[in-house]
């Protein structure tokens, strides 16, 4: 079956630093997503990519669909302790699915 | 706007229990439906999705099941619990056809004793 590969598994940062992660496939996307999860709670839906070389934001969040359409990444920008939580890529593989493959998640702790 | 209520938000129960998880969406009409669960080591394992009243698949054969009695209304079973069920369940909603994002509930915490 489909695989995303999503690093790093942890990051531990201080407040203000930048945060970037990536996502990998073996496939190639027609879509990127990437979720939140704060603990105790269902992921919430932070960007979702359309097209490839796509670079969107949503506020100090940044997402990239990579050209090859194997990869996206991530960037937050000057982290803040409500942004500790689990970020999840997913994606449906090329081929008309409707079923998101999900990543295992980049588990993000920011100390103040 | 379209919303997910799903509950009970937790549950404990003892092993050879029932089980049933309700999910319900709000604001949109024919959605896809999905049961997620979540292990303790975080990846989202598909359960069960369903593209219409009636209409049920399974990811993963277990001692778990799925039924959509009405458009929006998904509903996760189970007639014996195991210990091996414990996990946190999400349900999670997408607007028909090909790369639509899913939107999730908040998800219920079941823990089986």
């Known amino acids: 079956g489909q695989q995303l590969n999503q690093s790093p598994q942890s990051m531990f940062i201080q407040e203000g630093e930048d945060v970037s992660m990536n996502c990998t496939s073996s496939?190639?996307?027609?879509?990127w997503l990437w979720y939140k999860q704060d603990p105790g709670e269902g992921p919430v839906l932070l960007i979702a990519?359309?097209?490839?070389?796509e670079l969107t934001s949503n506020g100090r969040l940044t997402a990239q669909f990579g050209i090859t359409r194997k990869d996206s990444f991530l960037n937050i920008s000057a982290s803040i302790p409500s942004d500790v939580g689990i970020y999840f890529c997913?994606?449906?593989?090329?081929?008309?699915?409707?079923?998101?493959?999900f990543g295992r998640g980049t588990s993000l702790i920011v100390h103040p | 706007s379209q919303t997910i209520h799903q509950w009970p938000a937790t549950l404990v129960q003892p092993v050879g229990s029932p089980l049933s998880l309700e999910c319900t969406v709000e604001?949109?009409?024919?959605?896809?439906l999905y049961w997620y669960r979540q292990a303790a080591g975080r990846g989202l394992q598909l359960l069960f999705y369903?593209?219409?009243?009636?209409?049920i698949s399974s990811e993963v054969p277990q001692n778990l099941s799925a039924s959509r009695p009405q458009d929006r209304q998904f509903i996760l079973s189970s007639k014996k619990l195991l210990l091996s069920d414990s996990g946190f369940y999400l349900c999670?909603?997408?607007?028909?056809?090909?790369?639509?994002?899913?939107?999730f509930g908040d998800g219920t915490r079941l823990s089986i004793l």
């Open positions: 604001g949109t009409s024919n959605p896809n």
């Open positions: 496939s190639i996307f027609n879509t």
């Open positions: 369903s593209v219409g009243i009636g209409q």
């Open positions: 990519l359309y097209k490839a070389g």
């Open positions: 997913a994606g449906p593989p090329s081929g008309g699915s409707y079923i998101p493959t």
């Open positions: 999670a909603w997408s607007v028909q056809g090909t790369n639509q994002p899913q939107h």
